[in-house]
């Protein structure tokens, strides 16, 4: 049973460029939500997506944006890229809200992005 | 609007002693979940355990049990018989319910606390 997969697992970036990050979720999850880890902090919260539409949002600016597709699998994007974006991207899947098991999130291994 | 602190940025503590995390937490809601994660420095989040608000009764996992203090708002994680492969950061994260068993799918974390086992 495949967990969550990530990808790329590290890159580099040049500031003002664009970037996009991609994530399976564990087999037979329907929900897929990203955080933002700086170095030394706790994850935040970016956003959540459910039958391909964003569901929750976090405080991030519209330069971070997100994709589901039919399969589950999501994709974060990230345009204008800033040097405070350097961070490890997690993406984390689950059951959709309101089903009893979907209190058990499960996280990839994360995409570390440099912003140079 | 929910916060969780981690007053502890770093512990030690030598290999088959127990050590014990603080984690506090502020918020309105009645109903909701707390958990403990482990981040090694492979950087994958790992669950440990959870605690439903609603539970009186602590969780325990093996060497790993809460002291969940729901009137103070504090939640903390015991670690017994320490063991070198329990180095890691530790996340303490909670997440609101909306409603039966549900949950709204939000986690949100402390700032962590890194914890050194010794040999």
């Known amino acids: 049973d495949a967990g969550v997969t990530q990808s790329p697992t590290h890159l580099i970036k040049t500031r003002g460029q664009q970037v996009t990050l991609r994530c399976s979720p564990k087999?037979?999850?329907?929900?897929v939500s990203w955080y933002q880890q700086a170095l030394g902090q706790g994850p935040q919260f970016i956003f959540q997506?459910?039958?391909?539409?964003?569901?929750q949002r976090g405080n991030f600016p519209d330069r971070f944006s997100g994709h589901q597709f039919p399969n589950y699998s999501s994709e974060l994007n990230v345009n204008a890229l800033l040097l405070g974006d350097s961070a490890l991207y997690l993406c984390?899947?689950?059951?959709?809200?309101?089903?009893?098991?979907?209190?058990?999130?499960?996280f990839g291994e994360g995409s570390w992005l440099t912003v140079v | 609007a929910q916060t969780v602190t981690q007053s502890q940025p770093e512990m030690s503590v030598q290999e088959a002693e127990t050590v014990t995390l603080s984690c506090t937490y502020d918020?309105?809601?009645?109903?909701?979940?707390l958990f403990w994660y482990k981040q090694p420095p492979s950087r994958q989040m790992i669950l440990v355990i959870r605690?439903?608000?609603?539970?009186?009764q602590n969780a325990t996992e093996n060497r790993f049990s809460v002291n969940f203090q729901k009137a103070a708002k504090s939640f903390s994680l015991k670690i017994s018989d320490s063991q070198l492969g329990d180095t890691a950061m530790y996340f303490c994260?909670?997440?609101?319910?909306?409603?039966?068993?549900?949950?709204?799918?939000?986690?949100?974390f402390g700032q962590g606390t890194t914890l050194q086992v010794k040999p």
């Open positions: 918020t309105s809601e009645n109903n909701y979940y």
């Open positions: 087999s037979g999850h329907d929900t």
């Open positions: 997506y459910y039958e391909e539409e964003e569901r």
């Open positions: 994260a909670f997440m609101k319910h909306v409603g039966g068993s549900s949950n709204t799918g939000k986690l949100i």
């Open positions: 605690q439903e608000a609603y539970k009186q």
């Open positions: 984390a899947s689950s059951f959709f809200p309101g089903q009893s098991s979907g209190n058990t999130i499960y």
